[in-house]
């Protein structure tokens, strides 16, 4: 007896002992400057050679630092079965085979495309696909009754996520970090109103609320930090952070080659100038004002007056003043014509790209801009209810269920995309769980459920 209680206590302190290791990539990338450092020594770039590289085996050696947690789980869910083996190669080839697609992905790719859609079909449906059917292993860690659950597979998809999506192929404005600044605070409060005031009108309208539960405080405080650590931020990071964020990604580099063909075919030698962009010509290095460009065009026999010829200076060794201030305008007119036609740099977020909306009045913070952002919002939150329904219960409510999901994931997508965090919309979606399941006692089932009971998990 003294034997089982001491194998029982072993197991559990080598549950919790991988547990840790399975967070530990999970709260490093939220680190300041963590996803940037490591991005920067992924992509590589040889000084003496002028060219970019990229160092594969890096994600390899992540894959396996993400593997390890998941086989310490396995291996004390199961200590003496060589099922372990089986189970271990399984994950770690859903770990593997989404880095290395993107491995082989070519930088100069459009974002959404096919080879991006199928990195996030390998990192996602596997784990909606094993609410049904359990097709991989998962071991769940409980904290306490009526907690939420760690599971293992949950936060494996999210480390993998997170190496593929901040490192391999750097997602921009992903937002997986705690800077807030004043406009998120407005935008935080008005995004949790808009998904009350929705899911509550479905509550109230289809009868599923009919009273509230006092929770006490410590324990309404930690269970609500825990729902935001292992549901909500998990689910934000990869149907904001990642899908909708590929959605915004599609739709402005649409936007940005349509104006990008359209002014350089509006200026090109012998088109029509194009009304309202003639302030950019003296801009354009190289590029002769229309004046010029018409005078050709009539040909030499034009009764015009030649411009007199300036005193030729040998192009090879120009005036060192006149060589700085060349570089110094060249330099000049590139900002200007990326202001002009509001081309975002690297590491710009939502709110500096709309800066003139936004600094108009407070107001104009609560509002997205585009037309082609609110549809991007709107597509995401219905792939977010697609995915997070459970439809094998469409006879028994969950019609209600997948309108609480919708709406609460177009309140999250609007908080997400004016904040360019999905820590700022991880919030909204916490705040609405915690309150609905354990304050208003609303009876949901969500594919990624993190108290689902299944034959892996252990308490």
């Given at each position: 007896?003294?034997?089982?209680m001491g194998e029982e206590e072993g197991e559990a302190a080598l549950r919790w002992i991988g547990a840790g290791f399975l967070l530990a990539p999970y709260a490093f990338f939220v680190l300041p400057y963590a996803g940037y450092y490591f991005e920067e020594f992924y992509h590589g770039e040889d ?88 097709v991989l292993p998962d071991v769940q860690v409980k904290i306490k009754d009526g907690w939420p659950r760690i599971s293992m597979l949950q936060i494996t998809a999210i480390n993998v996520g997170l190496v593929v999506f901040v490192g391999v192929r750097p997602l921009h404005d992903l937002g997986y ?196 952002d609110w549809v991007a919002v709107a597509l995401g939150a219905a792939i977010y209810a697609v995915a997070l329904t459970d439809h094998t219960k469409w006879g028994e409510g969950n019609a209600e269920t997948f309108g609480y999901i919708i709406c609460l994931g177009f309140a999250c997508g609007y ?45």
């Amino acid at each position: 007896k003294r034997k089982d209680m001491g194998e029982e206590e072993g197991e559990a302190a080598l549950r919790w002992i991988g547990a840790g290791f399975l967070l530990a990539p999970y709260a490093f990338f939220v680190l300041p400057y963590a996803g940037y450092y490591f991005e920067e020594f992924y992509h590589g770039e040889d000084f003496l050679e002028l060219t970019k590289f990229r160092r594969q085996w890096v994600p390899i050696l992540a894959s396996l630092i993400i593997l390890a947690p998941c086989i310490i789980l396995l291996v004390s869910e199961d200590l003496h079965s060589t099922a372990v083996v089986w189970k271990t190669f399984a994950v770690y080839a859903w770990i593997l085979l989404p880095m290395l697609v993107t491995m082989w992905r070519p930088l100069a790719k459009f974002p959404l495309d096919s080879i991006d859609v199928l990195t996030v079909a390998l990192i996602i449906v596997p784990i909606i696909v094993n609410f049904y059917t359990f097709v991989l292993p998962d071991v769940q860690v409980k904290i306490k009754d009526g907690w939420p659950r760690i599971s293992m597979l949950q936060i494996t998809a999210i480390n993998v996520g997170l190496v593929v999506f901040v490192g391999v192929r750097p997602l921009h404005d992903l937002g997986y970090n705690l800077d807030f600044g004043v406009r998120d605070i407005p935008r935080v409060t008005f995004g949790f109103i808009l998904a009350a005031g929705m899911t509550l009108a479905i509550g109230y309208g289809t009868g599923n609320i009919d009273g509230w539960s006092y929770v006490p405080v410590a324990e309404g405080v930690g269970k609500y930090f825990v729902y935001l650590a292992l549901v909500s931020l998990p689910q934000e990071l990869l149907f904001r952070g990642v899908i909708q964020n590929l959605l915004h990604a599609r739709f402005d580099s649409s936007v940005e080659v349509a104006k990008y063909t359209k002014f350089w075919a509006d200026h090109l030698p012998g088109q029509p100038q194009a009304v309202g962009l003639s302030e950019l010509d003296p801009m354009i290095p190289g590029m002769k004002p229309k004046a010029a460009r018409d005078t050709e065009k009539k040909g030499l026999d034009s009764d015009r007056k030649l411009p007199e010829v300036k005193e030729e200076t040998d192009p090879e060794n120009p005036p060192e003043d006149e060589h700085d201030d060349k570089h110094e305008h060249d330099h000049e007119n590139h900002k200007k014509i990326a202001e002009a036609f509001n081309v975002p740099a690297k590491y710009q977020t939502y709110d500096q790209a709309h800066a003139a909306w936004f600094d108009r009045n407070p107001l104009c913070w609560l509002w997205i801009p585009t037309l082609r952002d609110w549809v991007a919002v709107a597509l995401g939150a219905a792939i977010y209810a697609v995915a997070l329904t459970d439809h094998t219960k469409w006879g028994e409510g969950n019609a209600e269920t997948f309108g609480y999901i919708i709406c609460l994931g177009f309140a999250c997508g609007y908080t997400w995309r004016l904040t360019s965090k999905v820590t700022a919309s991880a919030i909204v979606n916490s705040l609405i769980l915690f309150i609905g399941l354990n304050v208003l006692n609303v009876d949901i089932s969500l594919s990624l459920r993190w108290n689902k009971s299944c034959s892996s998990c252990v308490p």
